[in-house]
């Protein structure tokens, strides 16, 4: 079975500062991971995915992930925090095998001014 | 190049009454999902459809719980007898095939069960 565990429900950083949203993960398979990022009243769109190629992944907005097996990894970064950064974003584990994707509780992130 | 949409965009009902949430995936997507979101808590699986596959139904919480897919079309998900903790956002995804985990979301369809 499957599962990932976002380590901060809520994170705030100041504008211009990094970002870090942390994620581990469990799965029997060899997994493929993403994040989502939630706007207010908008759809899940997807950030950015891993799916064993470059353990480095970077996806839109100027975010990146970094897969790290040994540490069953894949936390999220930014270096720099921008105000329309502020949303709920959710780390997802699937198998790309089965149909078996599973979300994280998500962490908000709150940029001040 | 319409995405993923959902009807209605808020639907508020009384208990033990029945409700009928609608999605309209992106043409051409042979996969289909619904997930739950309750308040602040992530995504809950629910339900799943494969081209004419038999779907994944090993989600739904409870038997009020159904759902029908017409094809690789529209797809609603009934809840019967909607109880009080149904309340919650439904969503609805789509992607182009299964396994391939980038799925594109609806906005959401938010649940109030008075």
């Known amino acids: 079975a499957q599962s990932v565990t976002q380590l901060d429900s809520h994170v705030s950083v100041s504008e211009g500062t990094p970002v870090l949203l942390r994620c581990n993960y469990s799965s029997s398979y060899s997994p493929s991971l993403f994040w989502y990022v939630q706007h207010p009243n908008k759809g899940l769109q997807l950030l950015l995915k891993y799916t064993s190629a470059a353990t480095l992944v970077k996806g839109i907005n100027g975010f990146e992930a970094e897969f790290k097996k040994s540490e069953t990894s894949f936390h999220l970064t930014k270096p720099s925090a921008h105000m329309s950064d502020a949303a709920e974003y959710f780390c997802?584990?699937?198998?790309?095998?089965?149909?078996?994707?599973?979300f994280g509780a998500g962490t908000r992130l709150t940029v001040k001014p | 190049g319409a995405g993923v949409s959902q009807s209605p965009s808020n639907k508020v009902t009384e208990k033990g009454k029945d409700v009928e949430l609608r999605c309209d995936p992106i043409?051409?997507?042979?996969?289909l999902y619904w997930y739950r979101q309750r308040l602040g808590q992530g995504l809950e699986f629910l339900i799943y459809f494969q081209g004419n596959s038999a779907p994944d139904k090993s989600g739904l919480p409870s038997d009020r719980f159904s759902a029908e897919r017409t094809g690789e079309s529209v797809s609603t998900l009934t809840i019967q007898r909607t109880q009080q903790e149904d309340s919650a956002v439904y969503l609805c995804?789509?992607?182009?095939?299964?396994?391939?985990?980038?799925?594109?979301f609806g906005p959401g369809t938010r649940l109030t069960v008075t």
């Open positions: 995804a789509s992607s182009l095939e299964q396994g391939k985990g980038e799925q594109y």
């Open positions: 043409s051409g997507h042979t996969a």
């Open positions: 997802v584990v699937s198998d790309t095998n089965r149909n078996d994707m599973r």
